[in-house]
């Protein structure tokens, strides 16, 4: 919220509980619907889980985030005290996403999320413009 806040964006939090998105973010005189996640780091890569996770009575339950649930997850890294901006045509479908902070030992450049690309600020700016 507070990353929005500071780009002039109207932030907006949905009055009941058991909907799929976290914020609601006015963006040009477009609603996003946004679900916001702790994005933790495994190596040189931050883990964006695009899923939501329940207790069932037959165990846990995991559940993909689609494009017709939430427009955008929003990732939290706190060791970097930055946030990651993903959007729905990235994640659909998809459980996880990975985040790339260096190069990998294998030097695979090709299908490569690069973190720096998925920063919040920079996405948020292109969605505003000028």
């Known amino acids: 919220m507070a990353a929005a806040i500071r780009l002039g964006i109207g932030v907006y939090k949905p ?8 914020l609601i973010l006015e963006c040009d005189r477009r609603l996003l619907r946004v679900q ?21 009575g037959s165990g846990i339950r995991h559940r993909a985030y689609t494009a017709s649930e ?46 720096e690309d998925f920063a919040f600020d920079a996405r948020l700016r292109a969605l505003v413009g000028p």
Do not use: E, M
């Open 36 to 56: 916001c996640k702790w994005a933790p780091r495994h190596g040189d890569v931050v883990v964006v889980r695009c899923r939501s996770c329940r207790r069932t």
């Open 15 to 22: 009055v009941s509980d058991g909907v799929r998105c976290d």
């Open 70 to 115: 939430v427009d955008a997850i929003a990732a939290y890294y706190p060791d970097l005290d930055c946030c990651f901006y993903v959007s729905a045509d990235r994640f659909d479908g998809h459980l996880q996403l990975h985040l790339r902070l260096a190069p990998s030992r294998n030097n695979q450049r090709h299908k490569i999320n690069w973190a």
